[in-house]
Antibody, heavy 125, light 108 residues
Framework: QVQLQESGPGLVEPSETLSLTCTVSGGSVSSDTYYWTWIRQPPGKGLEWIGYISYTGTTSFNPSLTSRVTMSIDTSKSQFSLKLSSVTAADTAVYYC?????????????????WGQGTLVIVSS | SSELTQDPAVSVALGQTVRITCQGDSLRSYYASWYQQRPRQAPVLVIHGKNNRPSGIPDRFSGSRSGNTASLTITGAQAEDEADYYCSSRDSSGDHLVFGGGTKLNVL
């Protein structure tokens, strides 16, 4: 059973950089079927896709966040990371890491089959 | 704003059938996936693709698509199905993923 676990500071000061790491266990990150994904959810609001990274380092980011987002992956440690710069209170959210499976059924599509438990990051001074 | 539109809330009587919908132009090209999120828990995948249920998801959950609308149907809703439901798919460009705004399901 694949498990994902987020880690990182729960409090970040405004204008600073939010940094989170997701550790994957029970499976390999080195597959071209999977995209390693970050998703967030502000308190009381819906889910927002932040972006993903493949094991080769290919990335795709939410257009609304792309100027502030960096992702990296360390296949030797089965970890991938998120950095979000110049944070404001609007970036306060529960941050989830998840595994995106790229499937095919007449057309390619995606689904998130495994999720971390989520970690709350508060942006405040 | 999301490229996928969901009704904010839907109600269903215990044991009855309910359909939760997700609309968006990209759904003409890409299948949706559906997630159940109970309070203070991470989302759980319930349906993906044409109509695929992960192991452990009850068969009362099913999915379908027609035109620009994807639907999640719960046949014989149970009290434990009360939760928020989110759809997700690729956006119109095909390069990014997007979530619908979510539907709160109330089981009466």
């Amino acid at each position: 059973q694949v498990q994902l676990q987020e880690s990182g500071p729960g409090l970040v000061e405004p204008s600073e950089t939010l940094s989170l790491t997701c550790t994957v266990s029970g499976g390999s990150v080195s597959s071209d079927t999977y995209y390693w994904t970050w998703i967030r959810q502000p308190p009381g609001k819906g889910l927002e896709w932040i972006g993903y990274i493949s094991y080769t380092g290919t990335t795709s980011f939410n257009p609304s966040l792309t100027s502030r987002v960096t992702m990296s992956i360390d296949t030797s440690k089965s970890q991938f990371s998120l950095k979000l710069s110049s944070v404001t209170a609007a970036d306060t959210a529960v941050y989830y890491c998840a595994r995106d499976v790229e499937a095919y059924s007449g057309t390619y599509y995606d689904y998130f089959d495994f999720w971390g438990q989520g970690t709350l990051v508060i942006v405040s001074s | 704003s999301s490229e996928l539109t969901q009704d904010p809330a839907v109600s269903v009587a215990l044991g009855q059938t309910v359909r939760i919908t997700c609309q968006g132009d990209s759904l003409r090209s890409y299948y949706a996936s559906w997630y159940q999120q109970r309070p203070r828990q991470a989302p759980v995948l319930v349906i993906h693709g044409k109509n695929n249920r992960p192991s452990g998801i009850p068969d009362r959950f099913s999915g379908s698509r027609s035109g620009n609308t994807a639907s999640l149907t719960i046949t014989g809703a149970q009290a434990e199905d009360e939760a928020d439901y989110y759809c997700s798919s690729r956006d119109s460009s095909g390069d990014h993923l997007v979530f619908g705004g979510g539907t709160k399901l109330n089981v009466l």
